[in-house]
């Protein structure tokens, strides 16, 4: 059975391939090169469209090579046919039906194309169609059309209009320099960051912390303990929703159980992360151990805790706002105001509690008045630790 169908499908595919090249000619304006056209031993000017180098191809306006060859040109009344012809041969150009037609009978099918209301062409058609013999110069290039009352050489015609070419081509290279991407502005950096971070949350205070952030319109990065996740669930959420960061602060906040072993270290952050999941469905990159890293995250933990994801974080600027009891919301945020100046990027230690919700709104408008942008603590962010571990 095969061979019955094989045959009119070969022979279809043959039309189609016959038929499509001639519909998808197609000129591609954007593609064209400079090419100077000479007929004889002049180097011919022209007032408007100007000629183009399509895939080796010489398009040139009809017109005026036409004219330079003392052709005659006319339009066929009523049709978009052109017709040139000297000496008894003709070519015409039949632009809606992209086909040149010369006088030993040939239909030409190729693309024509209007630029400056000037019917551009093949060259090599034309001159060829008139009796024209034509060659391709490579220095400039010209095309060259000629007929016996030529006199200079190709070499002599390139030599006498190098200058000529070597300036409109200057020119021509200005005029069709590909755009200039604009140049795109470096978002402006910051040259003062602040991370606010909360630890110990959340908690009966951290409500009153987010409605500060919130009002006023500055972010920050909470470090969460497990059972707090548990017990204040809606927080959580409501944490994560608002766009803050959260990163993980163990479960029991106890030095002699975390620090056990770098396992035990993982274990509580693993822990916690899965809390934060089940009640956000946020899983956090980040951790910040109880009491600081140092001493009680040595190499073999901070590798753990490497291997399981995290990156740890410190803090440059201690609130102490749980030093002590009986610690006040004015010595927090004069804390606060003492250690910041003359810190690029500051990453602020505070706690969910009464005094520093107290003295929040107070540490961000000395933040914002002393130019300084607030930014919470991604995964990515190059993490500030006490033993500089930058992973
Ligand atoms: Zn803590």
Redesign the pocket.
Known sequence: MRWRWGIPFIVVLAMLLTILPVHAAVINEGGADPIWIAVNDELLTFPDAQPELHDGVTYAPVRFVAEAMHANLQWVPGTNITQVYKNGRHVTFDTPHSVVKTDDGTNHEVPLYIQNDRLMAPTRLLSEGLGYTVSYLESGPITRIKDSTAKRSDEELASIYQDRIDQEKAKWEEEHKPPQPPPVPEPPKPDKVVYLTF??GPNEYTARILDTLKSAGVTATF?VLGPQIQSHQDLAKRMVEDGYSVGL?GMT?DSSKIYRSAQTVVNEMEDCNTILTNVTGLRSAIMRV??GSKPWMPQNYRDATVNAGYHMWDWNVDSYDSKSATRTAQETYGEVTRQVPGKKEAVILM?DKKTTADALPNIIQWLKDNGYSFERIYGSTPPVNFWNDAR
């Open positions: 630890d110990d470090f602060h906040h109880p009491y706690h």
